[in-house]
């Protein structure tokens, strides 16, 4: 089960990535931030992943959908902490 804790924290990080990305233009940067988030994903609590994926195994993790699966996770997740 996912805590409160593991929650705020990719809250967070996906919510903090997703604001430079979405304003970044620089290829290189958003690369890392894809990166960055590929690398997060694949050790965050599984049961907070799957419930954020919804059965899809490259959430987060495929570059064409890449932003709207950000903004997805921080939407869910926000609704989450804050109702």
Do not use: C
Request: a negative charge.
């Amino acid at each position: 089960m996912a805590t409160r804790d593991s929650i705020e924290t990719a809250y967070s990080f996906f919510h903090q990535k997703l604001r430079v990305y979405e304003h970044s233009t620089i290829a290189w940067q958003r690369d890392d931030i894809e990166w960055a988030i590929g690398d997060y994903v694949s050790s965050m609590n599984p049961e907070l992943y799957a419930s954020i994926a919804h059965g899809r195994a490259d959430f987060l993790r495929d570059h064409e959908q890449f932003e709207g699966d950000l903004r997805q996770a921080v939407d869910e997740l926000e609704a989450e902490l804050f109702g």
